[in-house]
């Protein structure tokens, strides 16, 4: 019988942002904070379609991790790059409309660890107020942020669980 043998833990990673053991994230907060000034976080979740190995990166991952077997899964996946592909294309505008719209606000990009963070660099090098950064753990980068905008991204859960101001376009 598994019922002695299944027990409910919790998850780290999320147990850290219940209010009692945030406090362990205060110091690089306040270090952000001050480095960074007021700042609006954007994540993204967009390795189906800019992935760190090329456009088809995430199909090939998939195919090679026999994920895809039939042609109904490879209709799908396609059709899920497809609408991520859309989405992508929408953050690109939003993302310089957002730090037009509040220039006394930095718009910081937090690429997902599995895209090219090239791409996001060469689309914003011009616009100064506009910054794309992936170093450190996300949790203090949410918590040092003045609102989170995401789609489809486990930042969107954890400012939630942070009590933090989250959208998800």
């Known amino acids: 019988s598994m019922k002695n043998r299944i027990v409910c833990s919790g998850n780290a990673r999320l147990d850290l942002l219940r209010p009692e053991f945030r406090e362990v994230f205060s110091a690089e907060t306040k270090r952000l ?23 088809d990166g995430y199909l090939k991952l998939l195919r090679n991790a026999g994920k895809i077997a039939t042609k109904e899964e490879e209709q ?9 592909r859309r989405l992508f294309e929408a953050f690109i505008p939003m993302i310089r409309r957002i730090s037009e719209a509040f220039p006394q606000y930095r718009v910081i990009v937090r690429p997902h660890p599995g895209e090219n963070h090239e791409t996001w660099i060469d689309y914003y090098k011009a616009d100064s107020n506009i910054a794309v950064i992936h170093e450190g753990g996300v949790i203090p980068w949410i918590m040092a942020s003045s609102v989170v905008i995401h789609n489809g991204c486990t930042t969107g859960i954890e400012a939630a669980l942070l009590k933090h101001p989250a959208i998800a376009y």
């Not at 799908?76 to 991520?84: D, P």
Request: charged share 20%; glycine share 10%.
């Open 76 to 84: 799908f996946a396609e059709g899920w790059m497809t609408h991520k």
């Open 33 to 55: 904070r001050a480095e960074q000034g007021p700042y609006i976080l954007v994540n993204t979740n967009f390795s189906h379609c800019n992935h760190k190995k090329g456009e």
